[in-house]
């Protein structure tokens, strides 16, 4: 009985060193296991040393960065405060142009030099307004009336023939043969019949040109009223020794408006007519005088 039990104590102290030496291989293996060189994973030294290295490279690129930040910087704020001012002076001149396109260049301000006055001379001596013309009145002698002009050049080329210069006056669609004119009518009556006596068929007839507004400059009126004037004067002259006053009749040639072309025609037929003035004595002085005022006639209608 003794014995069984001894047995049964040693059978039992080899049983626990058995499962020792198991567990102890077993932790042994599994340690092997851990530490196997075919295994995946990286050391522990390994990564400590790459990571130094990763931080050394980033630190390199990071020093490399610090040099070119202050021109990044300086660049983009360069380029967002040029395009702030340039929206800004934009909006500045389209609000400016608007102000002057509503209220007119007459508001810009500008130097005042002598060219400025002289440009406003100019200007202000170049604006027209509208005058009105008085009627200018007459007896003329009629030698005859056309509805075709042809016809009317015809009988005047017979009568310059006879010794008897004339004009053509278009008025209301019909030509006006017109051989001379008086200051009354008594004095027209008196030189168609002795026009009559020459062999010419003269009809005497009142004329005359109608009130007109016409769009002229201050200085285009004046010289116009002058000429009238003049004109006038010479007609009522007609019967005396000297007709012309020349010496008055030029010195409306040497006032003539400068710059203007309006009333070039007239001028232009006064300057033709100057020299015959002198000696000009009643049918001449007649002919001349109707010249003149159908070329008067000529630039204030057109």
């Given at each position: 009985m003794?014995?069984?039990?001894?047995?049964?104590?040693?059978?039992?102290?080899?049983?626990?060193k058995?499962?020792?030496?198991a567990?102890k291989?077993?932790?042994?293996?599994?340690?092997?296991?851990?530490?196997?060189?075919?295994?995946?994973?990286?050391?522990?030294?390994?990564?400590?040393?790459?990571?130094?290295?990763?931080?050394k490279?980033?630190?390199?690129?990071?020093?490399?960065?610090?040099?070119?930040?202050p021109?990044?910087?300086?660049?983009?704020?360069?380029?967002a405060?040029?395009?702030?001012?340039?929206?800004?002076?934009?909006?500045?001149?389209v609000?400016?142009?608007?102000?002057?396109?509503?209220?007119?260049?007459?508001?810009?301000?500008?130097?005042?030099?002598?060219?400025?006055?002289?440009?406003?001379?100019?200007?202000?001596?170049?604006s027209?307004?509208?005058?009105?013309?008085?009627?200018?009145?007459a007896?003329?002698?009629?030698s005859?009336?056309?509805?075709?002009?042809?016809?009317?050049?015809?009988w005047?080329?017979?009568?310059?023939?006879?010794?008897?210069?004339?004009?053509?006056?278009?008025?209301?669609?019909?030509?006006?043969?017109?051989?001379?004119?008086?200051?009354?009518?008594?004095?027209?009556?008196?030189?168609?019949?002795?026009?009559?006596?020459?062999?010419?068929?003269?009809?005497?007839?009142?004329?005359?040109?109608?009130?007109?507004?016409?769009?002229?400059?201050?200085?285009?009126?004046?010289?116009?009223?002058?000429?009238?004037?003049?004109?006038?004067?010479?007609?009522?002259?007609?019967?005396?020794?000297?007709?012309?006053?020349?010496?008055?009749?030029?010195?409306?040639?040497?006032?003539?408006?400068?710059?203007?072309?309006?009333?070039?025609?007239?001028s232009?037929?006064?300057?033709?007519?100057?020299d015959?003035?002198?000696?000009?004595?009643?049918r001449?002085?007649?002919?001349?005088?109707?010249?003149?005022?159908?070329?008067?006639?000529?630039?204030?209608?057109?």
């Amino acid at each position: 009985m003794g014995k069984q039990k001894k047995n049964g104590v040693s059978n039992k102290k080899n049983n626990t060193k058995d499962r020792l030496k198991a567990f102890k291989k077993s932790r042994e293996e599994h340690a092997a296991t851990l530490q196997n060189p075919g295994d995946d994973s990286i050391p522990t030294l390994a990564r400590q040393y790459e990571g130094s290295n990763s931080k050394k490279k980033f630190g390199k690129k990071e020093g490399k960065l610090k040099h070119f930040k202050p021109v990044i910087v300086t660049t983009i704020a360069a380029i967002a405060i040029g395009s702030i001012l340039g929206f800004v002076m934009l909006r500045m001149f389209v609000i400016i142009d608007g102000d002057l396109s509503a209220n007119g260049s007459n508001n810009t301000p500008v130097l005042a030099d002598d060219t400025d006055k002289d440009e406003e001379e100019s200007s202000t001596a170049t604006s027209t307004s509208l005058y009105m013309l008085e009627p200018i009145q007459a007896f003329v002698l009629q030698s005859g009336v056309f509805s075709e002009q042809a016809n009317a050049d015809e009988w005047a080329a017979k009568y310059d023939e006879a010794g008897l210069p004339s004009i053509i006056w278009e008025m209301d669609n019909q030509y006006f043969l017109l051989a001379g004119l008086g200051n009354t009518n008594d004095h027209a009556k008196q030189s168609a019949a002795e026009l009559s006596a020459d062999g010419f068929d003269i009809f005497v007839k009142e004329w005359n040109t109608g009130e007109i507004e016409v769009e002229l400059t201050k200085e285009e009126h004046a010289w116009l009223k002058t000429f009238v004037e003049q004109w006038e004067e010479t007609l009522a002259s007609l019967t005396s020794n000297e007709v012309f006053s020349v010496a008055s009749w030029k010195e409306l040639i040497n006032n003539y408006p400068e710059g203007t072309k309006k009333l070039s025609g007239l001028s232009e037929t006064i300057e033709e007519v100057i020299d015959e003035m002198s000696t000009a004595e009643n049918r001449k002085a007649q002919h001349i005088l109707l010249k003149l005022w159908l070329q008067y006639d000529k630039v204030t209608n057109n």
